[in-house]
């Protein structure tokens, strides 16, 4: 599906920040010295001393030395250990929140994906995740990944790391996760299983997501739904707000064809779906 919860913030490529702090904001008109009428002596601050009161720089090799986190990831009968840095690990307000000082350095997710935490944790040490979103605007070939998504999986790889990144309070992953949803082509019934997830997993107020799915069946479900076998009766059968989205879309569209003919125009365009790529 063409479209498009840890967290830093920043643009789409997710690259890693090494800058702690924010610089320092200095009005117009300062010039730094106190004012010996208030009290002050009238001096410049000494270059020692603006350099005590500016935040230190946290470098790589910083973060490096922070203590090691131990996650056991998974049910108690197919555990995975993996263990990151705590530094890095404490950019997400979650983990901030989780690892607290004192707090134990291991940390359990029973019921987190392997592969969503994996690229999450690829995120933090990389600034992306594989598929990498090339400059081109496409995502990086490999011989691994099917040219066409057929069972959905590409599709929920990503929607995962969105989740989770969602929970982890890492919006810049999330923006990137789901940019990358857009650019993978998939079949009809990969749509679909991809359409499950997000209704499943999402909240009903989380528009960036399930509005492009609502978008892209309500243009093109009087096709789809003939090659899905009667998986999108059931789909919508499952999940009311689903087919109540897609209805509205396709309500909403026709409004506005009837307002325009009224008004004697061609008649506003029918939006499209926010997919960037046509699906296969």
Request: overall charge negative.
């Amino acid at each position: 599906m063409a479209e498009v919860r840890i967290n830093p913030d920043s643009d789409e490529t997710g690259d890693v920040q090494m800058q702690a702090g924010d610089d320092d904001i200095v009005e117009i008109g300062e010039t730094g010295a106190a004012d010996p009428a208030n009290g002050g002596t009238g001096e410049e601050p000494s270059t020692a001393e603006a350099e005590a009161s500016s935040p230190a720089r946290v470098t790589f090799v910083d973060y490096l030395r922070s203590p090691i986190v131990e996650l056991v990831i998974g049910p108690s009968d197919s555990q995975t250990v993996l263990f990151a840095h705590q530094g890095l690990l404490t950019r997400s307000p979650w983990f901030e929140q989780n690892l607290s000082e004192g707090s134990s350095k291991r940390i359990e997710l029973p019921n987190t994906d392997l592969e969503a935490i994996s690229c999450f944790l690829e995120y933090l040490y990389t600034g992306e995740y594989f598929p990498a979103k090339l400059p081109s605007g496409i995502l990086a070939s490999d011989s691994t990944t099917p040219a066409i998504d057929e069972s959905g999986a590409q599709l929920l790889k990503h929607a995962k790391v969105y989740t989770l990144a969602e929970k982890l309070g890492v919006t810049q992953l999330k923006s990137l996760s789901h940019s990358k949803i857009h650019l993978v082509t998939s079949s009809a019934s990969a749509e679909l299983t991809y359409a499950r997830y997000v209704y499943s997993h999402t909240a009903r107020t989380d528009n960036t997501i399930r509005r492009p799915v609502a978008s892209f069946w309500g243009q093109r479900s009087h096709v789809l739904r003939h090659e899905t076998e009667g998986s999108f009766r059931q789909m919508c059968l499952e999940y009311p707000e689903f087919a109540f989205d897609v209805l509205s879309f396709v309500l909403d569209a026709e409004e506005r064809r009837i307002r325009a003919k009224r008004q004697g125009g061609a008649g506003d365009e029918e939006p499209k779906s926010a997919r960037k790529r046509a699906r296969a």
